[in-house]
């Protein structure tokens, strides 16, 4: 069975920086891996998506992961970060199935 | 451009209430999907559907119930309110598989407590 990993529950970063969210997942086959966004007192939101090709991903607002094969990892980047970002994001595994794992999420928090 | 709509926003039940959970969506997707979402445990699949008529468990079916008449409709079903069903639940709808290379879209949420 698949499964996803985010050890980090919360990352506090200051504003203008660089911040990465590590994803990790488990699977003896190849997945589809996704991140997503939720803002306070919002639904979901997709971020990116990784199905095949390139291993450098690119989504919305900046952020961009990579999909390691070797070390089953898609973590998450983005260069600069801004208070607007301030949200929870989940890493999400699928199977090419109907249904998707979330991992258990990393709360960020951006600082002045 | 309301997308997945889900009602109440909020709601306080007493032990061995009932009561359902609405969604509806207005973009044609034949998939939907109840989650819960917990305090550091993410989202847990409930229920989905992938047309009307059909309908399935997912990780967490236990004490709860959906139906499908409709493509727009999803309403989710709690028959006897427990305390461990206090929790967030996002309804979700998506054209294809959201496993697949499609996108899922969630409503804001029913943050519902049970007492």
């Known amino acids: 069975a698949q499964s996803v990993t985010q050890l980090d529950s919360q990352v506090p970063v200051f504003e203008e920086a660089p911040v990465e969210l590590r994803c990790n997942y488990s699977?003896?086959?190849?997945?589809?891996l996704f991140w997503y966004v939720q803002y306070p007192n919002q639904g979901l939101q997709l971020l990116l998506k990784?199905?095949?090709?390139?291993?450098l991903v690119k989504g919305i607002n900046g952020f961009e992961a990579e999909f390691n094969k070797s070390q089953t990892s898609f973590h998450l980047r983005k260069p600069s970060v801004h208070i607007s970002d301030t949200a929870e994001y989940f890493c999400?595994?699928?199977?090419?199935?109907?249904?998707?794992?979330f991992g258990t999420g990393t709360r960020l928090q951006v600082f002045p | 451009n309301a997308g997945v709509t889900q009602t109440p926003k909020f709601r306080i039940l007493k032990i061995g209430q009932s009561m359902t959970l609405q969604c509806t969506q207005d973009?044609?997707?034949?998939?939907m999907y109840w989650y819960r979402q917990d305090p550091g445990m993410g989202l847990k699949l409930i229920y989905y559907?992938?047309?009307?008529?059909?309908?399935d468990k997912g990780e967490v079916p236990n004490g709860y119930n959906v139906s499908r008449s409709t493509t727009e409709d999803f309403p989710l079903r709690l028959e006897l309110a427990a305390p461990s069903q206090t929790s967030v639940y996002f309804c979700?709808?998506?054209?294809?598989?959201?496993?697949?290379?499609?996108?899922?879209?969630f409503g804001q949420g029913t943050r519902l407590t049970v007492v």
């Open positions: 990784y199905l095949s090709g390139s291993t």
């Open positions: 559907s992938v047309g009307a008529g059909i309908t």
């Open positions: 999400a595994v699928s199977l090419y199935t109907d249904k998707l794992i």
């Open positions: 973009m044609n997707h034949n998939y």
């Open positions: 699977s003896s086959v190849s997945v589809y």
């Open positions: 979700a709808s998506s054209y294809s598989g959201v496993g697949m290379n499609t996108e899922a879209f």
